[in-house]
């Protein structure tokens, strides 16, 4: 971990995250691709002509921030962040499990959520506008999808998708409202980013940082939060919706950055990368990239730390964490 690899030596650590990807990445496309699964009722108007549920009769509107643009900021804006950190940390195998952790946090979000969209989805609040319903094509015949269905339910005013009108790839699209994508791929990259942001600042950490850190950390959340509260103006998602994708987005970024590093919120660890091929044993001897981070505060980093101080290098060169604060009565849990 001291030391870059070459090409070959990565690749036999990595190959097989790399076809990981790849097969999830067609399952994800193959999935969005196809038509929802089930088959859903909805109402349309009450006898007098009066709309049954007015929040799903939304104009359809242009999308504030598309789906591509959401991924793309997701994915390049904690890329650049983690590559900028790299100014102090030089460290390949930082950049490496940074990145990795990313990928594996936005490709298992957006399989995870295409797959809900696929079997649960749900109505957008702009559906009846894109389904343009018309109720005389309503057919119970057998054979026909949704058969049984059509004039149904409580004073027969349920239908299925048969009715619509629209254009198909709208309809398919109006019918899969749950959980966000935007919110899902939003979350999973910049709380991502978030996590890793405050590991290398050392936010959250043994002692008091300059505010500035915090707003820094807080800068991502506030991304995602924009991204998929926008989806609530623009009408293409119920609020659930952005919940569901936020919590989504959110444990899938918890679950990857915790496979790359040493730790989430255990300040002593929480920036270290893990080793592929040898546990980390949480102890400070022997402990390989101690110094791949940030902050150069109250002991932390290289710069802070002086070969010839009280708590001297080991015999690998790595220095043991200093104290903070002074004074004869220190508790030993106050020791890092």
Not at 131 to 144: E, T, Y
């Amino acid at each position: 971990m001291a030391r870059r690899p070459t090409f070959g030596q990565w690749l036999k650590y990595t190959w097989l995250d790399i076809l990981t990807m790849v097969c999830m990445g067609a399952l994800g496309l193959g999935i969005y691709e196809a038509h929802p699964a089930p088959t859903r009722s909805f109402p349309v108007t009450f006898s007098d002509g009066e709309v049954v549920y007015p929040e799903f009769a939304y104009p359809l509107r242009k999308e504030i921030i598309p789906i591509w643009l959401a991924a793309f900021l997701a994915a390049i804006v904690p890329i650049v962040a983690i590559l900028v950190m790299q100014i102090r940390v030089r460290s390949f195998w930082d950049v490496n499990n940074g990145i990795i952790g990313l990928l594996y946090s936005l490709i298992t979000a957006a399989v995870f959520q295409v797959f809900l969209k696929w079997l649960i989805g749900g109505l957008r609040p702009h559906f009846l506008d894109v389904c343009k319903p018309d109720v005389s094509l309503a057919s119970n015949d057998a054979g026909v999808v949704g058969a049984g269905y059509n004039a149904a339910g409580f004073n027969q005013i349920y239908y299925t998708r048969q009715i619509c009108t629209g254009n198909i790839d709208d309809i398919d699209d109006s019918l899969e409202s749950f959980p966000s994508g935007h919110t899902t791929a939003a979350f999973a990259g910049f709380v991502y980013l978030y996590l890793y942001l405050n590991a290398k600042l050392k936010v959250f950490a043994n002692y008091h940082p300059s505010m500035w850190k915090m707003i820094i950390i807080y800068i991502p959340i506030l991304g995602a939060t924009l991204i998929g509260g926008a989806l609530t103006i623009d009408e293409f998602h119920n609020w659930y919706d952005v919940f569901a994708g936020a919590v989504i987005g959110t444990a899938m970024a918890f679950s990857a950055y915790r496979m790359c590093y040493a730790a989430i919120w255990d300040w002593r660890w929480n920036h270290i990368p893990l080793n592929r091929g040898q546990a980390f044993l949480y102890t400070y001897d022997g402990v390989e990239l101690m110094d791949a981070l940030w902050t150069r505060k109250a002991g932390w980093g290289a710069g802070a730390m002086a070969s010839n101080d009280q708590h001297a290098t080991n015999s690998r060169g790595m220095f043991s964490r200093k104290p903070v604060g002074s004074g004869p009565h220190r508790r030993s849990e106050d020791m890092v």
